[in-house]
């Protein structure tokens, strides 16, 4: 069962619509510092859901959706 921070961050970037797009997870991290964000995003690239593409403490964290993700997120929305 994923987080509400995963399938937040899995609907914007499907919603992205391109496979090259990006998106700050610091956006969606509602309350959480930015270690608890960059551990959360770390969980969910060993999951293969999305890619770590560039962070810069203290703001940006910026993945991209993968294919399982991509996966993912269309299963846990249909269920």
Do not use: W
Request: with cysteine; glycine share 4%.
């Amino acid at each position: 069962m994923m987080t509400s921070f995963e399938s937040g961050l899995l609907s914007a970037l499907a919603a992205e619509g391109r496979p090259e797009a990006m998106v700050n997870a610091i956006k969606f991290a509602d309350s959480k510092n930015y270690e608890d964000v960059f551990a959360a995003v770390m969980e969910m690239e060993n999951k293969n859901y999305i890619k770590l593409v560039y962070c810069q403490f203290p703001t940006v964290i910026n993945v991209q959706l993968t294919l399982v993700g991509k996966e993912a997120y269309a299963t846990q929305s249909h269920t």
